[in-house]
């Protein structure tokens, strides 16, 4: 990820390699990514056939391709989050599978620069033939990341020298050719706007343009798509012949006993008569992967919501290097109409199934939370690619929101299982697994916890931009010199901050402090002086002054439980209340309220909650209790804890009164 200033941002975003996260909260989050989660993680990949992929395409082993025609991005996810760690950190066996992989892809990579494992060991003579449904483009997309990521870590070139044969492959293809050449999975805009920043050579930068621009300008948008997904259906069946002559018993055997190979199949088994129509025909009228209307008409967002979020990424990136209004007037209309209308109230998205995207306004049953972890993700990177373009404190709130809720459910506490879907509430069978045919999720959680310091601080003109109250040290240059912010946090247990300045230098610039949304009352002192001035929630406080070495400001944003009502407009949710507490979202489950049935108790809406830290439980959380219209009292923990102790019942939304 390049990090430098953009021509069209009013901020410059701090990289999380100058960030030391040393936070009461986090950091335990992060040490479980980098010492277990990341070789876990490895191992499943090894496991399911990931890396076996890329020996057979190197030819170092004999066999086929195995798993889903998507896996290499799976391996490249995985590597860009090894990345980040030997970024920050010295972990010299992590260091040394990296290596591994990166010869192993660097082998399979063909003469011309291809690279996709599923094409090359099967059919080479049908590369690039579907882009709509076969996600080479996407893959290769991660692999640039991952090699962009790679290089800035270690400065080896070993990896991206075979990420930028491979780009330049893909704009010797694409680039001012005619047709609609338009990738269904979009990511490949994303790496090629990062390769046009650490390279400066803009063929980059107009090849992920058009790719941008040829959205929904397929005048028989159904025959083509009725054409591709034909011929995917043709491929992949294929494909499973070939397979079925290379299948080892042994690895049948492990296969089986996890019963995952049927789960693709499975999940299309089990949609209802509603959802495969809504599948059908949101893939025919194009909108399952943003095809339907050119971007600068859009008016709300549509379709597979993993997608949607990539495009809206891609689309603020071209803003940052154009400054076309156009972009970013249709971007803020689509962000206000996810917010208002097509939005959990963990900041999840993705309320059909049959797609994993996005339903009819105000159609989120919290029975039908679908809230895919790698919809999170993409969530977290637009808004900050938003937040970036126009220092508006409102992208900020909601990444907040994200990080504590919609993503961090994503994870076990222990780091080795993970929630693909994301349900409001549990019936004693939802439970996280250990891993997924579509790993996704699994790569995409931990390369975003290993670089969110990049969500803390930004730089302008200004000064200093304080986005997330995160325990830091912030490593910063205003007007060509050092500052440092270290910060101290009780978040999210507690709204005491404490941030302190270290200068070589006395310099007059404004500290931008975000008042969170969520926040009644919020107290600040500057070097042990009351602040007298109107402090407004869900803005940013500037504080202009000339600041000094040692100075430092105490902020206490009051913190205390509420109960949120639904908007009456989402009918399933009327008379439903939701308990939060500062950024967190709280649910009930089960094994805390042994006594009463959480499905059929009602909370009466004006009552003062206790809250509770409990050292001993599910890491350290602050459980809230309350009492319910028959006077018993019920306990609800963090939404993002739920789950990690066993099967359990669980709801977000409670009946109310």
Known sequence: MSYGKRPYNKLTPIPFYQVEIDDKF????????????????LKMLEKDHHIDNFRVAAAIKKGVHLGEFYFDSDLYKWLEAASYILHTHDHKELSKQVNII???????????????????????QKRFTNLNYMHELYCAGHLIQAAVAHYEATHSKTILNVAVKFANLIVRMF????????????????????????????????????????????????????????NMVSTLNKAKKINSKFKKEQLEVEINKRNDFDEIENFYADLNLIENIKFIYSNLNGTFQQLNIPVREVLEPVGHAVRAMYLYCAMADLYSESGEELILKVLKRIWIKIVKAKMYITGGIGSIKGIEGFEKDFKLKFNKSYSETCAAVGNLMWNWRMLQITANCKYADLIEILLYNAFLVGQSLDGKRYFYINPLIAINKENRKEWFLCACCPPNFIRTIM??????????????????????????????????????????????????????????????????????????????????????????????????????????????????????????????????????????????????????????????????????????????????????????IPYYAWNNRGINKMQVWNKCI
């Not at 986090?26 to 993680?41: A, D, G, P, T």
């Not at 999975?185 to 790719?211: C, G, N, P, Q, S």
């Open 26 to 41: 986090w950091s335990k989050r992060q040490k479980i990514n980098r010492e277990v989660s990341i070789y876990h993680q």
């Open 102 to 124: 990166i010869k192993l892809i660097e082998k399979s990579q063909m003469k011309d620069g291809y690279i996709n494992t599923f094409y090359s060991t099967k059919f080479s």
């Open 175 to 230: 680039l001012r050719r005619k047709g609609d050449f338009v990738p269904g999975h979009e990511e490949i805009e994303l790496a090629l706007f990062e390769l046009f920043r650490m390279t400066e050579d803009r063929k980059y930068l107009e090849l992920a343009k058009e790719f941008i621009d040829n959205r929904g300008i397929n005048k028989n948008l159904k025959w083509k798509i009725l054409s591709q997904y034909l």
């Open 451 to 636: 670089s969110m310091g990049k969500y803390i601080y930004s730089i302008s003109e200004r000064g200093v931009w304080i986005h997330q109250y995160i325990g830091s040290k912030g490593n910063l240059i205003v007007d060509e010199y050092k500052v440092k912010i270290i910060q101290e946090s009780e978040f999210p247990w507690n709204g005491g901050v404490k941030l302190k300045i270290e200068s070589i230098k006395n310099q007059k610039f404004s500290i931008f402090l975000r008042i969170p949304n969520w926040c009644d009352e919020t107290k600040l002192r500057i070097n042990g002086e009351k602040f007298q001035n109107m402090i407004s929630a869900g803005r940013y406080l500037e504080i202009l002054r000339n600041w000094k070495d040692g100075d430092n400001i105490e902020l206490n944003f009051s913190m205390k439980p509420k109960l949120i009502e639904s908007d009456s407009r989402i009918k399933s949710n009327r008379n439903r209340g939701v308990i939060s507490y500062g950024p967190l979202i709280y649910c009930l489950e089960q094994i805390d309220n042994e006594h009463i049935d959480i499905f059929n108790l009602i909370i009466p809406k004006h009552q003062e909650f206790k809250v509770r830290y409990e050292p001993n439980l599910l890491d350290g959380v602050n459980t809230i209790e309350g009492t319910t219209l028959t006077d018993e009292t019920f306990t609800s």
